[in-house]
């Protein structure tokens, strides 16, 4: 007899199943519902889950110990990871095509494999010879390095329990597929049954795991949002391709912080490690209008960006506001203090603000900045910006704060040759700092201005 089918509906956007098709999801999301044929003897198929002898124990008689990690040797991936990676964790790595995700990976499993032993790398984009032509480029080619093109979930768990690997790459989850499920790889149902059969090779084999994902168009993880909540990290790769630096950043880390971010080169030879960020991210600065250098704390490193602000007559009668790596929000409030407090007039202006290389400061560190390259380029005013740096939040009567872990900023300015530093005055007399910089106090955004370009 044959077997029955159910057909429903399910979103790939969040996952939502519904026996009937819908225009737009209960997530919001529009024509997302993709129809799948489920048999009934697979309907309520449960995941694989985790068996353990383990009994519920106080939390006073658990032992706190450090999570036993594996050493990538790339210092950049470890400082993101939180020191490594932890035995019989998953982590999933995204980010656009070309990105440099697969270089990465290749380059920290080569390693692992010198130091550590057998790691398996499971391509289902590449045939082995591509991972071969790649690896002799980044001359990361060992004996204990393992190959495989296969795309079937059952396979790759076969692969694993007869090599017993001490770090497995998945590249990348899209194209895996469970054949329990008619469903075509890539589907929701497809994403999540593989990377629960994935998670609980992990967790039962003390065996680190690395699963490659894909990014829509906007930019955002690809499949269900619940392929984020089962893995322990996500670590997203950002940068332009046009351009030679990538940029890493833990989105989560049940192991670690994720505030933290590993700088990358990328060459001909792979991705290197960049040891001061703050020279590569400030090459080519010269003392023109509209452009200034702030600094902003990723983790427990100081970086010093340099900001541009372009502020230009509107034509066609409603004023622009772009911001590239500033939140929008954040540029309209400095703009309303500007035209308040300070008396320039921006309502028949077009403003646009980037912040050079890409990155996106975290904080309110850069409000000052902001400001004074906006006031430079309508004023047709040059910062000194060789020699001079801006740090300090803008609140709404024009007043200025201090921002935390301001001496580290200082101390990097002062590190990179900088010999100004325009700041709250309040956090001055609070500084003990023996770097050679002069500290310019300013109680509010006016003040900064006059000493800025009206002072000596």
Not at 204 to 213: C, D, L
Request: charged share 25%; with cysteine; aromatic share 6%.
């Amino acid at each position: 007899m044959a077997k029955k089918e159910k057909t429903i509906f399910v979103c790939q956007n969040c996952g939502y199943e519904s026996p009937k098709w819908m225009g737009q999801c209960v997530c919001g999301s529009w024509n997302t519902m993709v129809e799948e044929r489920i048999s009934a003897t697979n309907q309520y198929k449960k995941s694989p889950t985790i068996t353990s002898s383990t009994k519920p124990l106080s939390i006073k008689e658990i032992k706190s110990s450090n999570y036993d990690r594996l050493n990538t040797y790339i210092k950049e991936l470890n400082r993101v990871l939180g020191g490594g990676m932890v035995k019989g964790s998953l982590t999933l790595i995204s980010g656009e095509p070309g990105i440099g995700k697969s270089t990465l990976i290749l380059q920290a499993s080569s390693n692992i494999a010198k130091e550590y032993g057998t790691v398996l790398y499971v391509s289902g984009e590449e045939s082995e010879e591509q991972i071969k032509m790649r690896a002799e480029r980044l001359c990361a080619v060992e004996d204990r390095l393992m190959i495989v093109s296969e795309t079937n979930v059952d396979r790759i768990k076969e692969y694993i329990q007869e090599l017993c690997p001490v770090f497995v790459i998945i590249d990348s989850i899209q194209t895996l597929f469970k054949p329990d499920l008619s469903s075509a790889p890539g589907s929701v149902s497809q994403v999540r049954e593989c990377t629960n059969n994935i998670m609980h090779l992990a967790k039962t084999k003390n065996i680190p795991i690395f699963i490659v994902a894909h990014v829509t168009k906007t930019g955002e993880l690809a499949g269900p949002r619940i392929l984020e909540h089962l893995v322990d990290t996500v670590l997203h790769f950002t940068g332009e391709r046009t351009q030679e630096f990538r940029v890493v950043r833990a989105l989560k880390n049940r192991f670690g912080t994720t505030s933290e971010i590993g700088v990358f080169e990328m060459r001909e030879e792979g991705l290197m490690e960049v040891a001061n960020p703050s020279e590569m991210f400030l090459e080519g600065l010269n003392n023109m209008e509209g452009s200034i250098v702030i600094s902003s704390l990723e983790g427990t490193r100081p970086l010093l960006l340099e900001i541009q602000a372009l502020v230009a007559p509107t034509n066609l009668g409603f004023a622009r506001r772009a911001a590239i790596g500033i939140d929008l929000n954040r540029l309209n409030l400095i703009l309303a203090v500007l035209e308040k407090k300070v008396g320039i007039p921006l309502m028949n202006q077009d403003v646009y603000v980037n912040v050079v290389g890409g990155l996106k400061p975290e904080g309110t560190s850069s409000d000052l900045g902001v400001a004074l390259a906006i006031y430079s380029s309508m004023r047709g005013l040059i910062i000194p910006t060789t020699n001079t740096i801006a740090i300090g939040e803008i609140g709404l009567t024009g007043e200025l704060r201090s921002v935390s872990n301001i001496e580290k900023m200082i101390k990097e300015a002062a590190k990179m040759g900088f010999k100004r530093c325009i700041l709250p005055k309040k956090i001055i007399k609070k500084l003990k700092l023996e770097e050679q910089i002069k500290l310019i106090g300013a109680n509010s955004l006016k003040d900064a201005i006059d000493c800025m370009f009206f002072e000596n």
